[in-house]
């Protein structure tokens, strides 16, 4: 397989104005990803697909990440080539924010098998996946408000039973104690 | 009557029983359990009843697919929070008299998955439990164990007074409230009547 930096500049030869930009990782498996520009995502992932030599015809996986600092939510994309039997080739993007403009482009129209982890991703880090066929919950109920995979996502306070409470279970047990006493006014 | 002479009696060829023990022998004998799972403490489940276990000694081999015709429900697994509802609703379509058997850690408090957003801490939660039994899963043994003590339960029901069925007890509810979905949690998150938090001691408090 040709190298991430060989595969960028493929990109930027194909698609004009693609916007791409190589995230490194430098731990030891030096798996460096590629940053796509959520506006030419689509075009990027088509040429991804359909250019003979890298043939990335499977999308093995895709999962989010929350970033409270410096404050957006992620989406990861792993493509393999079943074709060409090499892989994998790891896509971000990136929303504006993760309060009001968290848009992404989906990439089910490219690859069917995003359908329902994108339809995860909208349920548990709250992605809006712009051009996906049928964005509902997946795991949640469509009544659910909360997006449970997110940083900040406090759960319920249903702590009034914790035989073997430690750690950060005990502290909320604990808190739930004195909202109970707060409460009965004792 | 006393023991003994009943026995004595048995010795000769007479038996000597009441209503309630004539009663209660045909009922624990042909508790039929309703063919529900959940997660891998089904598969515990269907070994139970296939033929090393065989669930069908106890008069419980015949597994109902509508809660109308069972007697028994066995919570074999994880009460997610989208299932609760169903599940009491299931319950709630069954006919008295009935009983609950909460299979494995999850059904009995929520288990490995206890602290997780999407898991109900125990379907003791919202509805009345007869039978707990831990392991996770348990082992076919374990829900046989389970079984023969819900049996012994019944053969001790009495059949008036305290204590008796609830299909005896026109005050018993016959039916428990489904949870609806809310914005962040089950509403209610507990069934007030079935459920009380256990007392327990925490550190710190």
Known sequence: MKSV??????????VPGAGVELVP?????????????????????????????????????????????????????????????????????????????????SLTPIWRSAEFQER??????????????????????????????????????????????????????????????????? | MDNR???????????ATTLQELYNWGRKNSVWPMQ??????AIEMIAT?????????????????????????????????KMAPQVVRLYNQMAEPRYVIAMGACAIS?????????????????????VYIPGCPPRPEALIEAFIALQKKIAAQPLTGEGRPRHLDADAPGEFPVPAFGEHDLEPPANESVWHAPLTQIQGT
Not at chain 1, 5 to 14: F, Q
Not at chain 1, 32 to 38: F, G, Q, R
Not at chain 1, 123 to 146: A, I, N, S
Not at chain 2, 36 to 41: D, E, K, P
């Open chain 1, 120 to 186: 995860e991703i909208f349920d548990l880090f709250g992605v809006v996946f712009t051009g996906h066929p049928d964005l509902r919950r997946l795991l949640m109920w469509d009544e659910f408000k909360d997006h449970p995979m997110r940083k900040d996502y406090v759960d319920p306070d249903d702590f009034e039973y914790e035989p073997t409470a430690h750690d950060a279970v005990l502290e909320r047990a604990i808190e739930h104690r004195k909202q109970l006493s707060v409460s009965s006014g004792q």
């Open chain 2, 110 to 130: 929520g288990g490995p998955f206890k602290q997780g957003y999407n898991v109900l801490k125990g379907i003791d939660r919202y509805i009345p439990v007869d």
């Open chain 1, 5 to 14: 930096e060989e595969i960028k500049s493929a990109i930027e030869a194909a």
């Open chain 1, 25 to 105: 990782n430098s731990s030891p498996s030096a798996q460096h990803s590629l940053l796509l520009a959520p506006e030419k995502a689509v075009a990027v992932a088509t040429f991804l697909r359909d250019d003979a030599e890298l043939a990335f015809d499977f999308l093995s996986n895709v999962t989010g990440v929350d970033w409270p600092e410096p404050g957006y939510l992620e989406v990861v994309y792993h493509l393999y080539s079943m074709a060409k039997k090499h892989g994998p080739l790891i896509l971000r993007m990136r929303t504006e924010n993760r309060i009001d403009h968290v848009e992404l482009p």
């Open chain 2, 36 to 41: 529900f799972g959940l997660a891998c403490c």
């Open chain 2, 5 to 15: 002479l009943k026995i004595e009696l048995e010795r000769q060829g007479i038996v």
């Open chain 2, 49 to 81: 009843t296939m033929a090393r276990y065989d669930l069908a000694r106890f008069g419980a081999e015949v597994f109902r697919s509508s809660p109308r015709q069972a007697d028994l429900l066995i919570v074999s697994g994880t009460v997610t929070k």
